[in-house]
């Protein structure tokens, strides 16, 4: 598991590299965790994903 710094850290740089679209990716990244059974990698991918969202903002789709 990664720590709280580090999801942060990655989530600034997926968010800074590729805007928006690395929110749904890494929402899709979780899917195909979850798919495949592997439920840890699944909720490291969600936390990046929350974790982006709250830097896009509430006020940003």
């Known amino acids: 598991m990664i720590s709280e710094m580090q999801v942060h850290v990655i989530a600034r740089q997926m968010f ?8 749904h990716k890494a929402a899709q990244n979780a899917i195909a965790c ?6 840890e990698e699944a909720r490291e991918w ?8 709250m830097m896009r903002g509430p006020h940003q789709p």
């Not at 979850?34 to 439920?39: F, R």
């Not at 969600?46 to 982006?52: D, T, V």
């Open 34 to 39: 979850e798919k495949k059974g592997e439920e």
């Open 46 to 53: 969600r936390h990046l994903e929350e974790a982006m969202k």
């Open 16 to 23: 800074e590299k590729h805007g928006a679209e690395a929110i």
